[in-house]
């Protein structure tokens, strides 16, 4: 089967300037991501990237726009109403499946890290009731990586699943001198995506939002995949 190589382009800024750098001793370490969908409904109209809108509606014409979230980027959007029945269902799964807090534990002692994921967020619930007619069903899941074991421990509400950690580590190919930006290829059934990372030297290299990676000497501050983004939004250590 051809694979399709998708590269996301885009030009990355560090987005943690605020935060401080942490103590040298302590035992835990508590932080947040804010994972959201690279769709965006405004206006009665949904913005994406070109590339996105090609491989997800490879049928509906696009036109090209300044971004409303950035003034530099020129994306492409198209009218909600010209979407189909099946065009929109498409599109709530891919906003309702990319949109989640995420909160870490990391702790020191034992090794592991605990991540939360708690699916929707307001502004979500406020789109799917504009656009699609109602809310959605809050849903919730926990991942547990084990240094340790070595393993990753998956726990949705129905089921649970366990892999190795060394099965899922990820290489990142640094595009810069300082190791702080860089892309990361990986394999699906049908494609190859290749994803941009971002770290904050100022951050322990543990703290990630559930990718691990191999060789990265810092902290995860954003991913962003075709699909969504990823941003680190709170770090906390605790002694």
Not at 12 to 30: D, L
Not at 106 to 122: A, D, P
Not at 186 to 197: E, I, L, P
């Amino acid at each position: 089967m051809k694979k399709l190589l998708l590269i996301v382009l885009i030009t990355v800024s560090n987005i943690i300037n605020s935060q401080t750098v942490g103590p040298k001793e302590y035992s835990k370490i508590k932080f947040v991501y804010e994972q959201k969908s690279n769709f965006l409904l405004e206006n009665d109209k949904v913005y994406a990237d070109t590339l996105l809108f090609k491989y997800e509606y490879p049928q509906l014409k696009f036109s090209k726009t300044v971004s409303p979230l950035d003034s530099t980027k020129i994306i492409g959007f198209i009218e909600f109403k010209n979407f189909s029945k099946e065009d929109k269902k498409k599109l709530q799964s891919n906003i309702y499946h990319t949109t989640h807090t995420i909160e870490g534990t990391y702790n020191v002692k034992k090794n592991r890290t605990n991540l939360h994921f708690k699916r929707g967020s307001k502004k979500m619930r406020e789109i799917f009731t504009r656009y699609f007619g109602g809310g959605f069903s809050d849903f919730q899941f926990d991942v547990v990586i084990d240094y340790n074991s070595r393993q990753i421990k998956t726990n949705y509400p129905s089921q649970n699943y366990t892999e190795s950690l060394d099965s899922k580590l990820r290489k990142i190919n640094f595009i810069n001198n300082d190791n702080s930006i860089g892309t990361y290829t990986f394999q699906t059934k049908n494609s190859n995506y290749t994803n941009v990372v971002t770290l904050n030297k100022e951050y322990n290299n543990l703290i990630t939002p559930k990718e691990v990676f191999s060789n990265n000497e810092f902290g995860i501050s954003e991913i962003v995949s075709l699909h969504d983004t990823t941003k680190l939004r709170s770090v906390i250590y605790e002694k």
